[in-house]
């Protein structure tokens, strides 16, 4: 370790996806505007570079969401760094406009989300993790308003040392598999399939299937009935078939700006109604167009007389076990009928994600930040963690925050929005702990 002071951040940014990259460029424009006591900041990420799903950049995938719902549009609608200045400096803008779409393809926006993090590389040290954060002590040891921040690099050799004022922890959702069931060469989560995928031997695989009823499921499913002519493709889905996104405009206000303001002021009662009502625009759901793809070859199945796509339906992974070469999984139909086994040559559990969890991170930290009767944290609507008075400095959470600022707190509808809101925090709580009053910065969002 290092004798020398360490380095000194106004915010420190863990983890560089999508919501990360969105608040270092709202901190980018904060700057530009010229106004006093630049935010200075830097942001570790474990991977060796820039990459969002990258694993689920199948052919034919669109993105779900609006192109103007992009890093930064509806925080600044004219900022540089938006999806149409992409195209524009790209020179496709007139193409895009051509082709008359408002959902790029996954590729394109993934390609749009690299222009964007050049632009900032200034600000992002790659191949690097934080292990932890630890309080700093301070001048007023029992008032800390720093902290220390311990990183390793790509080797997990911890060796630097970096001090922050704010920390603002972004650090992804977690993979799920079904319950008895675990990775290996054969059984693969969606968040690893196109790397696992292109390293296969594909004449090997006769018999897959893909567990999972939402979009991930219902995309890999249609790419391996496509690129493997020669096998049978199993859908093994618990419910009775793939259900429907509800993208309707009035459903699709519960994704807009205001709806954060009304779940997280409303009663817990509300917000179960907002859960009850609304799950079906994001959770366990299909777009419309890759349902009737998916039936479409189903039907043709069976006007040719084969059966290479079968749908499982009610049915479940209960558990995983090798023979031999192939993958034993058990299936049970509906929640107590009977477990059969079969076997394949590839499973893919696009069974979702674990919200992100801050807690190991925090270590003796974490009992500083105070939680709610369910034992959840409690987070200010800037997204801060609500912390014992003696803690001064910000914790912000990017992700995890479902149960206080509902739907959008893990998806790409409102980051350009959530990260000025961030911005705008992070400068009020400087100038009211430096005495100097509440100084909102011009990048939109209000403190509440």
């Known amino acids: 370790m290092s004798n020398r002071e360490p380095e000194l951040y106004d915010v420190i940014g863990i983890g560089f996806g999508p919501s990360n990259l969105s608040l ?3 901190l980018e424009e904060y700057g530009a505007h010229g106004l006093e006591n630049e935010i200075s900041s830097l942001f570790f990420e474990r991977q060796s570079s820039f990459g969002w799903h990258r694993n689920m950049l199948l052919p034919s995938a669109t993105m779900q969401v609006s192109f103007l719902k992009d890093l930064a549009t509806f925080r600044n609608p004219t900022s540089s ?193 907002f859960w009850r009502y609304h799950r079906n625009t994001n959770y366990s759901v299909v777009d419309d167009e890759v349902i009737r793809d998916l039936y479409r070859r189903s039907y043709d199945d069976e006007v040719r007389g084969v059966s290479r796509l079968q749908v499982l339906n009610l049915t479940r992974v209960t558990g995983v076990k090798r023979a031999g070469a192939e993958t034993r999984v058990s299936l ?7 477990v059969r086994e079969l076997d394949f040559d590839l499973l893919v559990c696009a069974t979702g994600y674990d919200a992100m969890e801050p807690t190991d991170l925090l270590g003796d930290l974490d009992r500083h930040c105070l939680r709610d009767e369910a034992g959840r944290y409690r987070i200010g609507r800037d997204y801060r963690i609500v912390t014992t008075p003696e803690i001064r400095c910000g914790i912000y959470l990017q992700g995890g925050t479902e149960h206080t600022h509902g739907l959008t707190s893990s998806l790409l509808s409102n980051i350009a929005v959530r990260s000025g809101e961030i911005v705008d925090s992070i400068v009020a709580r400087r100038a009211e702990l430096s005495g100097e009053g509440t100084v909102l910065a011009e990048v939109g969002g209000d403190v509440r």
């Open 24 to 26: 270092a460029i709202a």
């Open 81 to 273: 760094f938006s999806f149409i200045a992409y195209l524009h400096a790209s020179g496709r803008l007139p193409q895009f406009v051509n082709n008359q779409n408002f959902f790029p393809t996954r590729q394109e926006f993934h390609q749009y989300l690299e222009w964007a993090q050049a632009r900032v590389a200034d600000r992002i040290v790659y191949g690097s993790e934080v292990r932890s954060i630890r309080r700093s002590p301070g001048v007023v040891p029992e008032q800390s308003d720093r902290l220390l921040l311990e990183v390793a690099d790509a080797a997990g050799r911890a060796g630097r040392i970096v001090e922050a004022r704010n920390v603002v922890i972004s650090t992804g959702l977690v993979p799920r598999m079904p319950e008895g069931t675990e990775r290996d060469e054969r059984v693969w989560h969606s968040s690893e399939f196109l790397e696992r995928y292109r390293r296969t031997d594909r004449g090997e695989l006769r018999r897959v299937a893909v567990a999972g009823a939402g979009q991930s499921a219902a995309e890999i499913t249609r790419f391996l009935y496509d690129e493997l002519p020669h096998a049978q493709v199993c859908a093994v889905i618990p419910s009775y078939g793939y259900s429907v996104a509800d993208d309707t405009p009035f459903a699709n206000q519960v994704f807009d700006l205001r709806a954060v303001d009304d779940y997280y002021f409303a009663t817990e009662q509300t917000r179960e109604a």
């Open 332 to 338: 049970q139909k509906g929640f107590d009928g009977e």
